[in-house]
């Protein structure tokens, strides 16, 4: 292995070929700098193998037996082979699972043939960071090197947490990437953590018919979400027949003859026959070598970088779940490609994490995007809010729609559009309006302008911003 570079062009190695990594890697290519990512699983990352792909891909599924589940209000009736009113639809999850991890085979793919294809060279192995500029490298076969790079990237991604007391075992008690080799629906599953990620397996395990129970520490599921939206899922949990067992926390996990046992701090116990452990994830960077290269972490390890993904050492930049910004794919692949543009001299723009949009994949969904309901309560007197049950849309009710609303947040006086809410099947496709909206500085004057479908659900956008308008 030729450890050197043969051009003189820029000389860019990247550890870790996540979101953060892939998409900082085509980039750097792209502005014409000799690339090499060492990826020591696959590419994609947990993205592609564990997280994004696969969860969302379950959620595909759930989302079918959803339809399938309200077909009946909808004049849709279902038989049995007998002629006779039938319940027969049910989730195959070998299947399921077997069409998810050939889905995420096929991903990982892609991403290393563009990565090739785009003259990024990929090997396969560990890297730690040697010093500001060199980076050691364990391939997988045991060859041993040391790269010389003018800008490194650090994108190693995090791993789920483990909690000593309620130790996955892979079989009963699992962590969100041990759940795609289940071969049938566990009876009855145990979520524990009521975050994004528990919220979203609950959801869907309850779809697909398991009987679930949601054990939250906190008083709301969803912490940190727009409460509103948090209270319309819970009604959707409860009224699901999902037991959500609100203020509660796990103190430990332990295998049963046939199930598990969650012991609560209040001394109550919940069996069932599997337990999800979803309370959050650590960043990869223990052994990454951060010390001896003086990079600073802070106390939960993730690295410290600013709006252009700049760590304390120059030359060396970091994206994605390593950083702890924000744990969503796209804005890891936002991190990395801001990389590359200040680390490659061309036009940049640092994150602006006010501007993300993001999705909880539960059903319904809940995208949100700039200005939050707590930001509302703390400057009340300076901003309106709009907000729309979507039980009153004509298109939510030919679809049988019940449980959503939007809400917009504009600023008094301008009008300007600061952020918004939309609870509903498909939020994640309906929040795109207001994120241009914020974006590009929109007033509701402006969205209210723009033509929705009729009947449509985004027609409640166009409603809302109306609401808001000031007589001048
Ligand atoms: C269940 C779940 C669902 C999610 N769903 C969504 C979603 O719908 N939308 C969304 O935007 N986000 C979602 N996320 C978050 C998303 O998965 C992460 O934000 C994203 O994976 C971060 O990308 P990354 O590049 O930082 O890290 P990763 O995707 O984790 O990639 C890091 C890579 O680095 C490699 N690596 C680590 N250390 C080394 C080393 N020393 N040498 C070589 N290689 C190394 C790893 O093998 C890995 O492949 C979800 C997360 C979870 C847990």
């Known amino acids: 292995m030729n450890t050197e570079f043969e051009s003189t062009a820029d000389r860019v ?43 969302k891909s379950l959620i595909a599924t759930a989302e079918m037996m ?43 793919n892609d991403i290393y043939e563009g990565l090739t294809r785009a003259g990024v060279k990929v090997i396969q192995g560990t890297a730690t960071l ?3 500029d060199h980076v050691d490298v364990v391939e997988e076969g045991g060859t041993e090197y040391t790269l010389e790079a003018s800008t490194i990237l650090l994108s190693v991604g995090s791993h789920p947490r483990e909690l000593d007391s309620a130790k996955p075992d892979g079989e009963r008690i699992l962590t969100w990437t041990q759940l795609y080799g289940l071969d049938e629906l566990p009876e009855h599953l145990i979520v524990v ?31 940190g979400q727009d409460e509103d939206a948090a209270d319309v899922l819970e009604f959707v949990f409860r009224n699901k027949g999902m037991n959500v067992l609100s203020r509660s ?83 890891a692949a936002m991190q990395g490609r801001i990389a590359m543009f200040h680390a490659l001299g061309d036009a940049v723009q640092p ?27 703390e400057n009340s007197t300076d901003i309106d809010t709009a907000m729309l049950p979507l039980d009153t849309n004509p298109r939510a009710k030919m679809l049988g729609i019940k449980d959503g609303f939007v809400k917009l947040f504009a600023r008094r006086g301008s009008g300007s559009i600061l952020g918004g809410v939309v609870v509903g099947p498909r939020a994640s496709e309906l929040i795109l309006p207001i994120t241009m909206a914020v974006e590009n500085r929109l007033t509701v004057d402006q969205l209210s302008a723009s033509f929705a479908v009729y009947p449509s659900v985004s027609g409640s956008l166009t409603e809302a911003s109306r609401q808001l308008h000031r007589h001048l």
Do not use: W
């Open 351 to 377: 994150l602006k994490i006010r501007h993300v949009a993001s999705n909880v994949f539960t059903a319904p969904e809940i995208a949100t995007v700039g200005f939050t309901q707590s930001d509302y309560r």
């Open 193 to 223: 953590g009521s975050g994004v990620t528990g919220a979203e397996f609950a959801s869907a395990y309850r779809a697909l018919g398991t009987k679930v129970t949601l054990v939250s520490s906190r008083e709301k599921v969803l912490p």
């Open 130 to 132: 040697a010093d500001r």
């Open 13 to 55: 190695v990247i550890i870790g070929g996540g979101p953060g990594g892939y998409e900082a890697a085509l980039v750097a290519a792209q502005l014409g700098a000799d690339v090499m990512l060492i990826e020591r699983n696959r590419c994609g990352g947990a993205a592609v193998l564990t997280d994004v792909v696969p969860s």
């Open 66 to 108: 959803e339809e399938i589940g309200r077909s009946d209000s909808l004049g849709i009736r279902i038989y049995d082979s007998e002629g006779d009113d039938g319940d027969t639809v049910i989730a195959d999850l070998k299947a399921v699972n077997k069409r998810i991890l050939s889905l995420a085979d096929a991903q990982a």
């Open 249 to 331: 926390r796990a103190d430990s996990v332990t295998r049963t003859e046939d199930g598990v046992e969650v012991v609560l701090s209040d001394g109550r116990r919940v069996e069932g026959s599997h337990c999800l452990m979803a309370v959050g994830s650590i960043p990869n960077t223990d052994d990454l070598g951060l010390k001896t290269a003086k990079i600073k972490v802070s106390d939960s390890g993730h690295i410290k970088v600013d709006g252009v993904s700049r760590t304390s050492r120059a030359g060396v930049y970091a994206a994605g779940d390593c950083t702890g910004v924000l744990p969503l794919a796209s804005v």
